[in-house]
């Protein structure tokens, strides 16, 4: 199994640019979930799915949109970049719908730059 | 999840002596797991606690979970350079959002 995979692991983009973060896991995980992660600021969630065709926001979900058409991939779009989403930024899955019985399983992370 | 508060925001050590760290929440916690992220990598999970007043070792690691369920530790004997990172407790609720404390980091000085 390959895992959580992440693409690209490195961008940089102008201001008001827009771009698609992908996100992939071969595991058959029902919960996929988006993190940026800030100096200081721990992991805040950005948006989660519990399953295909489903999705829901999170703590910090402006400037961004989800969708889950299939149960592998869940991809992150930047609508219109701004400095402010300077971070990095990781994928997450776990197997069952509720969180509280297993594990996160973290992809390598997407490093982001906004010029 | 809850809101929780991690102490310390950093710590370092020399190679060899213990290391803890702290969770608190204001509220109840359901469950609370804890992470490592190595510098440059992305979070590992480590263990989940759910029981009022659990305890879980893994080696040198020891977790606690508070009688109250308002606080978990981690603690680590006897450091070692391979033990650097940020560690990360989470706290989750029924709504399936994920909440990270901000972090301990800690380094190692062999």
Redesign the interface.
């Known amino acids: 199994n390959a895992g959580v995979t992440q693409t690209p692991k490195f961008q940089v983009l102008k201001t008001g640019q827009s771009m698609t973060l992908q996100c992939a896991q071969d595991m058959n995980h029902e ?1 996929m ?1 988006w ?1 940026r992660q800030d100096p ?6 950005i948006h ?1 799915s ?1 399953g295909a065709g489903i999705t ?1 926001q ?2 910090v979900p402006n400037g961004y949109n989800v969708s889950r058409s299939t149960t592998e991939d869940f991809p992150l779009r930047l609508l219109s970049a701004a400095p402010s989403q300077t971070s990095v930024y ?1 994928c ?1 899955s776990s197997y069952r ?4 019985n297993n ?7 997407t490093r982001l730059t906004v010029l | 999840g809850q809101q929780v508060m991690q102490i310390p ?1 950093y710590q370092h050590v020399q190679e060899g002596e213990d290391f803890t760290t702290y969770c608190n929440s204001s509220t109840t916690l ?2 609370i ?1 804890w ?1 490592k992220q190595r510098p440059g ?5 480590l263990i ?1 606690l ?1 029981k009022s007043g659990e305890v879980k070792k893994q080696k040198r690691l020891t977790f606690q979970f508070g009688e109250a369920k308002k606080n978990s530790s981690l603690h680590i004997t006897a450091t070692q350079t391979t033990d650097v990172g940020t560690y ?1 407790c ?1 706290s ?1 609720g ?1 709504n ?8 301990t980091l800690l380094t190692v000085n062999p």
């Open positions: 919960y979930s993190y200081g600021m721990g992991l805040r969630l989660y519990v829901d999170g703590e990781f997450a719908l509720g969180w509280w594990e996160q399983f973290f992809g390598p992370g | 925001q359901s469950n797991q992470y990598g992305h979070p590992v999970f989940q759910v990360f989470v989750g029924s399936y959002k994920l909440t990270f404390g901000k972090g």
